[in-house]
C-alpha cells in the first residue's frame, strides 16, 4: 500500500481548517459592504454617514478584537497536548477580558462620535453619522463575546460553524436592513438608525450562536462551561494581553496607515481618491485569503508546537506560506493583466482609470508581500510571538512608509503614487523582517519558541 507523505496529509489539513476561516473573513468584510448598499437609495448624505460611522468605529473595535488574538495561540497549544481543560479555562479568561475593555472601547468610541463636528466634515453629515455611531456601540460587547467564541472554536479545529454563522448573520443583516432602513412590516422607516439597529443583531446572534456551539463542544467533553466556569485568573489575563496587546496594536497601525493614504489621496484630487480606493478594495479582498490562512497558521503552529513537535510547525507554516503567497500571486497576474476591466466595475471615467491602471502594477508586487508579512504574523502567532510584529508595522508604515509616501507625493510631486510607493516600500520591508525572524525562530529549540504559560 503506497504511505501518504507528511506534507499531503498536512496540506489536507491545512485547507480544511484555512478554508472556513477565508470564508469568514469574506463574511465579515461583507458586513459593512451590506450598510453602505443598502442605504444608497437614501442618498450620499446616508452613504457618507454610515462610511464616516464605520469608519470611526472600526478603530477602537478592531483593537478589541485585535485583544482576542492571544486566544489563537493558549488555546491551540493547549488543545495540542491534549489538554482540554485548560482550553476551556483559556475562554473563560477571554470572555473576562472581553468584558473588562468593553466599556472603555465604547467610551473612546463615543467620545470619537462626540468630535465629530471638529473633523471638517459636512454639517448635514454630524447627526446622521453620530446615530449610527451611538447605536453601534450597543453591539460592542457581543462583537467581542463573538471574537472570543470564534478564536476559541478555530483554536479546537470547529471552523465550520463560524462560516455558517456568518452566512446567517450577513442575511439577518440584509433582511434588517431592508426592514428598517425603510420601514417594512408595519415598522417605521429608521434610515441610518434602522441599519445600525440591523448590525447589531447580527452581531448578538454571532455572539449567541458562536458562544452556544462553544458551550455545546466543552459539554461534550466533559467540561460544561457553566457547571465548571473558571474564575478569573489575574495570571492568565494578564498573559492573555501580554499576546493580544501588540497584536491589537499592530492592527491598529496597519490600519492606521492605509487610512492616512487615503487622507492624503483625498488631498491630491477626486480622481486620485477614487482610484485609490478601488484598487485598494481590490487589494483588500485578496488579502482576506492570505489573512484567513494566517489565522489557520497560528492554529496549526500552535497544535504542533503544543505536542511538542517543532519541525511539525515549521512544515504546517512553509505550508501556510505556499497557500498565501501562491493566491497572491494569481491576484497579482489579474491585476497586472486586466486592470481597466477592474476599474471598469466601478467607473468608466477615463480620468480616474488613467490613475487607477499604474496603480495597479504597483499593487500587483504589493499583493505577494503582504501575503508574505501576513502569513508569517500568523506563524509568529502561533509561537507565541506578537511583539516583532507590532514593531515591524509600526517602523514599517510610521518611521519609513507613510512619511515616505507623504514626501513623493507633495514633495516629489508624484501625487498617488508616491503615496502607493510608500506603502509598498513598508510592506516589503515588513515581510523581509517577518519572515527573517520565522526562519531564525522556526529552527530554535522548542522550549525557545513558546512562552512558560502556554506550554504548560
Not at 492606521?256 to 484598487?279: E, R
Not at 508624484?414 to 515588513?430: C, D, R, S
Request: glycine residues 10%.
Amino acid at each position: 500500500m503506497a504511505q501518504t507523505h507528511p506534507w499531503r496529509m498536512e496540506l489536507r489539513f491545512m485547507l480544511k481548517l484555512a478554508w472556513p476561516v477565508v470564508l469568514a473573513e469574506l463574511g465579515w468584510m461583507l458586513q459593512g459592504v451590506v450598510d453602505v448598499i443598502m442605504v444608497g437609495r437614501l442618498g450620499p448624505v446616508a452613504i457618507g454617514a454610515v462610511a464616516l460611522g464605520n469608519a470611526l468605529y472600526y478603530a477602537p473595535s478592531l483593537f478589541g478584537l485585535g485583544l482576542m488574538l492571544g486566544l489563537d495561540t493558549v488555546v491551540a497549544h493547549a488543545y495540542g497536548r491534549g489538554d482540554h481543560e485548560a482550553c476551556h479555562r483559556w475562554l473563560a479568561q477571554g470572555v473576562y477580558v472581553a468584558l473588562i475593555a468593553t466599556v472603555p472601547l465604547m467610551l473612546i468610541t463615543f467620545g470619537l462620535s462626540t468630535l465629530t463636528p471638529h473633523f471638517g466634515v459636512a454639517a448635514e453629515l454630524i447627526h446622521p453619522t453620530r446615530t449610527y455611531i451611538d447605536i453601534l456601540l450597543l453591539g460592542t460587547l457581543p462583537l467581542l463575546l463573538y471574537a472570543a467564541s470564534r478564536r476559541y472554536l478555530q483554536a479546537v479545529g470547529q471552523v465550520r460553524v463560524i462560516t455558517v454563522t456568518f452566512v446567517a448573520a450577513n442575511l439577518l443583516n440584509w433582511g434588517g436592513n431592508y426592514v428598517l432602513i425603510n420601514g417594512k412590516l408595519g415598522l417605521p422607516a429608521l434610515g441610518v438608525g434602522g441599519s445600525a439597529i440591523s448590525t447589531v443583531l447580527s452581531r448578538c446572534l454571532m455572539a449567541l450562536t458562536l458562544f452556544a456551539f462553544a458551550w455545546r463542544y466543552e459539554k461534550q467533553r466533559g467540561h460544561p462551561l457553566f457547571a465548571h466556569w473558571a474564575r478569573p485568573v489575574l495570571r492568565e489575563m494578564r498573559e492573555l494581553l501580554k499576546l493580544g496587546l501588540p497584536a491589537a496594536t499592530q492592527l491598529v497601525l496597519e490600519v492606521g496607515a492605509f487610512g492616512v493614504a487615503t487622507v492624503l489621496a483625498g488631498k491630491i484630487s477626486p480622481d486620485a481618491l477614487a482610484a485609490h480606493q478601488i484598487v485598494l478594495n481590490y487589494a483588500a479582498l485578496a488579502f482576506m485569503v492570505p489573512l484567513g490562512i494566517s489565522a489557520a497558521a497560528a492554529i496549526a503552529v500552535g497544535h504542533s508546537l503544543g505536542a511538542g513537535d517543532p519541525k511539525g510547525a515549521r512544515l504546517r507554516a512553509l505550508l501556510a506560506f505556499g497557500l498565501g503567497v501562491g493566491f497572491m500571486l494569481c491576484a497579482t497576474v489579474l491585476f497586472f493583466a486586466v486592470p481597466k476591466h477592474l476599474i471598469a466595475l466601478y467607473t468608466h471615467d477615463q480620468d480616474v482609470t488613467a490613475i487607477g491602471v499604474p496603480l495597479f502594477a504597483l499593487a500587483s508586487l504589493f499583493a505577494v508581500f503582504d501575503g508574505v508579512q501576513i502569513i508569517a504574523s500568523g506563524a509568529l502567532r502561533g509561537m507565541g510571538e506578537t511583539r516583532t510584529s507590532m514593531w515591524a508595522n509600526l517602523v514599517g508604515y510610521w518611521v519609513i512608509g507613510v512619511p515616505l509616501g507623504a514626501a513623493l507625493c507633495f514633495v516629489a510631486r508624484m501625487g498617488i503614487f508616491g503615496v502607493w510607493i510608500g506603502l509598498t516600500t513598508a510592506l516589503i520591508l515588513i515581510s523581509i523582517a517577518l519572515f527573517t525572524v520565522w526562519q531564525r525562530k522556526s529552527h530554535a529549540p522548542l522550549h525557545a519558541t513558546t512562552p512558560a504559560l502556554i506550554s504548560r
